[in-house]
């Protein structure tokens, strides 16, 4: 087998090429690809804790703090203590960080769409099976 048909050479080069794609579009908001995904993910349900979020984005704690350690510092969300319990933060966007979390939201859909405006509709389900998939593995 060549090394570049290795499977995790493969799977490698497509995330660089999807976080390359992902990141240019969410620098023309000044944000990284991950603060744009987080900022997606409270624009679906803003106020969750910071547990939840990170459930959700699957992205580990520290990583998740700093990244809402940066967003807060932009003044696009604020963490607040949660009033059912009072261990838990909620993230919660700001009125800015609502704004640009709509743009963040028409900008995925658009991306998604031009990111994948080569394949079929099958092909792009089928796609997000294998995915699912791949991520389940380990």
Known sequence: MKPTDCIFFQLAK????????WGQRAAGLGLTAAQAMVMRFLFDEDGITSKE?????????ATLTG????LEAQKLVVRAGNPDDRRAISVRLTEAG???????????EEANRDFLKGFS???IEMLHKLLAAVRRIA
């Open 53 to 61: 979020l990170g459930e959700r984005t699957q992205l580990d704690s």
């Open 121 to 123: 509709d099958q092909e």
């Open 67 to 70: 990244i809402i350690d940066r």
């Open 98 to 108: 609502h704004g640009v979390a709509e743009k963040i939201s028409r900008l995925s």
């Open 14 to 21: 497509a995330s660089q090429n999807s976080v390359r794609f």
